[in-house]
Nanobody
Framework: QVHLVESGGGVVQAGGSLRLSCAAS????????MGWFRQGPGKEREFVAG????????LYTDSVKGRFTISRDNDKNIVYLQMNGLKAEDTAVYYC???????????????????WGQGTQVTVSS
């Protein structure tokens, strides 16, 4: 079983930065590809960024490219999402997700991820 806990959300002004963290309680964190998804008010949950088991392959949705960076520390069992240049449209609940795979192909499909955190709220004020 994998237990994921997000932290780092909050309220920030447009143009500001936040770093989200997702701590994983799992015996072998390095065998899991990880992703960040978000769900804005009245919207479906969407893919934001993902990376493979060793962090060498990454994938971003177009709207965050150049502003967000996903990374992981396999020694600490943590995946990060550094968010810079935040915009009002980034306001959402952000979820961490994991899937057990050694593939270096990062999936953006919600159904490919087996484990989910409870989410952390990010609010960007304009």
């Amino acid at each position: 079983q994998v237990h994921l806990v997000e932290s780092g959300g909050g309220v920030v002004q447009a143009g500001g930065s936040l770093r989200l963290s997702c701590a994983a309680s799992v015996r072998i964190f390095s065998m899991y590809a990880m992703g960040w998804f978000r769900q804005g008010p009245g919207k479906e949950r969407e893919f934001v960024a993902g990376l493979d088991w060793n962090g060498r392959s990454t994938l971003y949705t177009d709207s965050v490219k150049g502003r967000f960076t996903i990374s992981r520390d396999n020694d600490k069992n943590i995946v990060y999402l550094q968010m810079n240049g935040l915009k009002a449209e980034d306001t959402a609940v952000y979820y961490c997700a994991g899937r057990a795979t050694y593939s270096n192909i990062v999936s953006r499909a919600r159904n490919d991820y087996d484990y989910w955190g409870q989410g952390t709220q990010v609010t960007v004020s304009s």
